[in-house]
C-alpha cells in the first residue's frame, strides 16, 4: 500500500473553509485531517460540532478527527453524529482505552490512539490488537507549524517492528512539522499517513503541495 496524505484543516482558511475544502476534494489527499482541542488537555482551543459538520457537507473525503480533548468518551457518539470516519483519542487522556476503542468501532468508526512526544510505544502493546491506528505525535500537541521532534524516526521504526512482527493491521499516522523535506524520510521509517497542516495551506500551490507529498 502507498502512504496516505491527510491535510490538516487548523492551517487553512477559516473565513473560506467550503473552498479549502474543495481544493483538497480536487486533489490526491486521501483524507481530511480535523484537530480538536478542549483548552485543558493542550493549552489552546480550536473548533467543535457545527465545523466538523459542515466540513463534512462538503468533503468527499473520509474525516481524520483527532481528538486532543480530556476524557473523550463523553463525546464519542457527537463526534460520530458529525461526520467522523476514524476517530483518535489521545493515549495520555483515556482511562480505559479498550472501553473507548471498542465504543468508538460500535458507532462505526475507525479507532486511531496517540502519543505525545514523551510517551513510549512500548506502552501500546497491549492495544495494539484492538485499533486501526497509532498517530505519532512529532510535535507536542497544541498548534500548527511547530518544527518536528526528529527523535521521532528511532519511535516511528520501533512502532512499526511491533505492528509487524505481530502481523497487526494498524496504521502509523504521523503528524506535526511534516513537509515535503522530511516526507520520504518518514515514509522509510515506516509511517503510513503523513498529516500536513503549514507545509500545505501555508504554501504557494497547496494542491501542487500535496501531490509533492503524496508522490515520491
Ligand atoms: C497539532 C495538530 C496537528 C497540526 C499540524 O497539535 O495535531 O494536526 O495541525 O500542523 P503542522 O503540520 O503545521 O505542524
Ligand atoms: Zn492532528
Not at 466538523?52 to 473520509?62: D, G, Q, W
Request: hydrophobic share 45%.
Amino acid at each position: 500500500m502507498s502512504h496516505l496524505v491527510s491535510p490538516s484543516l487548523l492551517a487553512a482558511d477559516m473565513g473560506n473553509l467550503g473552498n479549502e475544502v474543495s481544493l483538497v476534494n480536487k486533489s490526491l489527499a486521501d483524507w481530511i485531517h480535523l484537530d480538536i482541542m478542549d483548552g485543558v488537555f493542550v493549552p489552546n482551543i480550536s473548533f467543535g460540532f457545527p465545523v466538523i459538520k459542515a466540513v463534512k457537507r462538503h468533503s468527499e473525503k473520509p474525516l481524520d478527527v483527532h481528538l486532543m480533548i480530556i476524557d473523550p468518551d463523553r463525546y464519542l457518539s457527537h463526534f460520530s453524529s458529525a461526520g467522523a470516519n476514524i476517530l483518535t483519542v489521545q493515549y495520555e487522556a483515556c482511562q480505559h482505552l479498550n472501553r473507548t476503542a471498542a465504543e468508538i468501532h460500535n458507532l462505526g468508526m475507525k479507532a486511531g490512539v496517540a502519543v505525545n512526544p514523551h510517551t513510549p510505544v512500548s506502552l501500546l502493546e497491549n492495544i495494539l490488537p484492538f485499533i486501526d491506528m497509532v498517530l505519532v505525535m512529532t510535535v507536542n500537541p497544541g498548534f500548527g507549524g511547530q518544527s518536528f521532534i526528529s527523535d521521532s524516526y528511532r519511535k516511528i521504526e520501533k512502532l512499526r517492528g511491533m505492528i509487524d512482527s505481530a502481523g497487526y493491521p494498524v496504521l502509523i499516522e504521523v503528524d506535526g512539522g511534516v513537509d515535503c523535506e522530511n516526507a520520504a524520510s518518514l515514509v522509510n521509517a515506516g509511517a503510513d499517513v503523513l498529516v500536513a497542516g503549514n507545509s500545505i495551506f501555508g504554501s504557494k500551490n497547496p494542491t501542487d503541495t500535496i501531490q509533492k507529498l503524496k508522490l515520491f
